[in-house]
């Protein structure tokens, strides 16, 4: 049976109504031309909504929702055009790290990102453009007990608001294929932000890293194990 339940209905047709109200074709053109790319207002009431806690556990401050109510309010959001940053904040950052990440990461990032205080993105892209492993170049030097990062990477979602960033490197200190996934703060020094024009006039950006340090504890998963997750 793949029919929606009554919740599910209610849930896609409070957000169409909410969307077709907060979110018309009119707003979509104007954040075009937003420097921001969304508007903060219309994120906070999403929020308010629970929206972004959505697929979270209540014991982090989510809904305790499913991934099919997720999938119903994505297609809303999709039938809106919804600016913003919810995929990445919401999938690309809260799941990734709820799947794949230690007590303590899921207890520091999770509540905020379930309750959009904090904003996620990935930045996933190098220079070729793939989503393979042997795609991810970007190289992370051993010093000490952290590595350090220096490379760029590409069309990375919503990056001027980002908060956390979510950065599958290389470490050169492993082999070829030795994956390893850093969580790095938007606005930590070193981090700088290029704009790259888009058909879609969306906000990405390509993100350079100079030098920017990874502690031990702000590693998702292993040092080597990140191509799994």
Request: hydrophobic share 40%; charged share 20%.
């Amino acid at each position: 049976d793949l029919a929606l339940t009554q919740a599910q209905e209610m849930l896609k047709n409070s957000a169409r109504e909410f969307l077709e109200s907060e979110c018309p074709p009119s707003l979509v053109r104007a954040m075009e031309d937003d420097e921001r790319g969304y508007p903060t207002e219309l994120w906070e009431r999403m929020a308010g909504l629970g929206w972004m806690g959505l697929a979270f556990p209540e014991e982090y401050g989510g809904e305790g929702g499913t991934l099919t109510d997720l999938a119903v309010l994505l297609e809303e959001m999709g039938r809106a055009m919804l600016p913003g940053p919810f995929f990445g904040t919401v999938v690309n950052g809260g799941l990734t790290i709820l799947d794949g990440g230690s007590d303590a990461q899921k207890q520091q990032y999770i509540p905020r990102l379930a309750s959009g205080a904090l904003i996620g993105t990935a930045a996933l892209l190098e220079q070729d453009g793939q989503y393979g492993p042997d795609s991810i170049t970007l190289p992370a030097n051993q010093v000490t007990s952290s590595l350090r990062l220096s490379g760029s990477k590409l069309f990375v979602e919503h990056a001027n608001t980002a908060d956390l960033m979510l950065v599958p490197v290389r470490p050169t200190t492993y082999g070829y294929s030795e994956v390893t996934i850093a969580l790095i703060p938007g606005a930590l020094p070193g981090v700088s932000l290029a704009a790259l024009d888009s058909i879609a006039r969306d906000r990405q950006f390509e993100v350079t890293f100079d030098k920017v340090s990874v502690a031990s504890r702000d590693i998702l998963g292993v040092v080597g194990q990140g191509w799994p997750i």
